[in-house]
């Protein structure tokens, strides 16, 4: 009985000992995914400032957080160290005494009112070609003089109060729109025509008005 006992404690002990190896094989192998880089950490950001503009800059592209102090004409980067500009932030430019704005095409994101209520802005223009823009965001030119636009081809949404209160006297409106939000030209009173593209789906509450 006493040799069938000691048996038994060796088996447990060998158990435990095959379950001990089988979880530091387990940790060894996480820690080894890590330090090879199969699992890896966020890209770190880097601000970078050019003249007037900030920049946040990653491994992959560069976004624009500021330009308020900007005056004049201003023409935005397609490149910062190397890497595209992509995006422009909400609010970027709101109140800046900039009088225009040129946005590359690699440009395919801008955040809600990023040249609002800029009192000296009147020409804006997008570039075209390899633009990739699809939505003007609501409230982007609210409240500019703006009197010249130029919008890439590739544009399907624009967005509430996008262009109200300018001083735009028409537009012919890119190919590939299919929805004008609320508002969206509202509060223009030298309005005076509009080319619909074919496509056009929707048009929102008083987008004229």
Known sequence: ??????AMGDLMNQMRSSVATKVAASVLLTVGIVATGTVTAPA???TIVSGCLTFEVTDTDATVTDGTGCTGA???PGTVSTKPVTTVNAYSFRYAAITSVTIPSSVFAIGQRAFSDCASLTKATFGRTGSTLEVIPDFLFQNDPLTSLTLPNTI???GRSAFGATKLQGIALPSSLET???YAFA????????AFPDGLQSIGDGAFM
């Open 1 to 6: 009985m006493q040799g069938s006992v000691e």
């Open 44 to 46: 770190q950001a880097t």
């Open 74 to 76: 201003v023409v935005i």
């Open 156 to 158: 399907k949404s624009i």
């Open 180 to 182: 004008i939000q609320d």
């Open 187 to 194: 509060d223009n009173p030298d309005f005076g025509f509009v």
